[in-house]
């Protein structure tokens, strides 16, 4: 099995990315691999014909994609989607491979977990319109914080690889070389005790439109495409 994780897709924007061209191994994949989306998947959004051309064209790869939901989401149309369990944690499924991970979820993906949470404090939020482009659901309620919580109580906080759309707080200035663009939030404010307690091999990010490996074992993702477990940046001028 194959695990592939990138960065935020924005919807059709970011579809590029996974074509043959910049994402080769994609062609000799199967339904068992998967690709997880670190957050602002996107494609859930206003079931325009865009977007449902291209969630078809998705559903069409050979791969499985995975993901957890960033910030820009439609939260309203997500929340209507069935839950159901899946490798061990809950998700939802948009199309029959195209899986929503949901927040506080442990998977079990042949035989190395993940643990997911998506959300995120939009940064952008003065110029978006709630309930149209805006959802107060981007942040984790305390019901779902909660629900992590147990989650990783029941491991014993200890997983193979973490896959979120923020990181922790003390993460972001790494991001920006001091020029801070994005700013802590309370989501990553919680996730600080993770980073003190919990014990993982590799932690995967979105949100913040960079590619950068943080030492020693943080990987904020964009347009790299990266296997689960490796952190290097791409060189191959993929992204
Ligand atoms: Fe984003």
Redesign the pocket.
């Known amino acids: 099995m194959s695990v592939f994780v990138t960065g935020?897709l924005?919807g059709s924007l970011g579809m590029h990315r996974l074509d043959s061209k910049r994402f080769p191994e994609g062609t000799s994949l199967t339904k068992d691999d998967y690709l997880v989306v670190a957050?602002?998947f996107g494609l859930v959004w206003d079931f325009g014909a865009e977007e449902l051309w291209w969630r078809d064209w998705l559903e069409a790869r050979p791969w499985t994609t995975l993901f957890v939901d960033?910030?820009?989401e439609n939260f309203e149309a997500l929340s209507r989607l069935p839950v159901e369990g899946w490798h061990g944690g809950l998700v939802q499924r948009v199309s029959p491979s195209v899986i929503h991970l949901l927040r506080g979820q442990l998977f079990d993906l042949g035989g190395r977990t993940l643990f997911a949470l998506g959300g995120a404090a939009s940064v952008d939020r003065a110029l978006r319109v709630p309930g149209e482009s805006w959802w107060p659901q981007e942040l984790p309620s305390e019901q779902e914080l909660a629900c992590a919580r147990e989650t990783l109580d029941g491991c014993g906080w200890k997983v193979d690889y973490v896959v979120t759309h923020q990181c922790a707080s003390s993460v972001i200035p790494a991001l920006y070389d001091g020029a801070i663009l994005q700013g802590p939030d309370p989501l990553s404010d919680w996730m600080e005790e993770l980073e003190h307690r919990l014990v993982f091999k590799a932690w995967y990010f979105?949100?913040h439109?960079v590619d950068r490996f943080v030492p020693p074992d943080h990987r904020c993702l964009y347009e790299d495409i990266v296997r689960l477990g490796e952190l290097q940046e791409a060189w191959d001028g993929r992204g």
């Open positions: 935020d924005h957050g602002d960033g910030n820009h979105g949100h439109h």
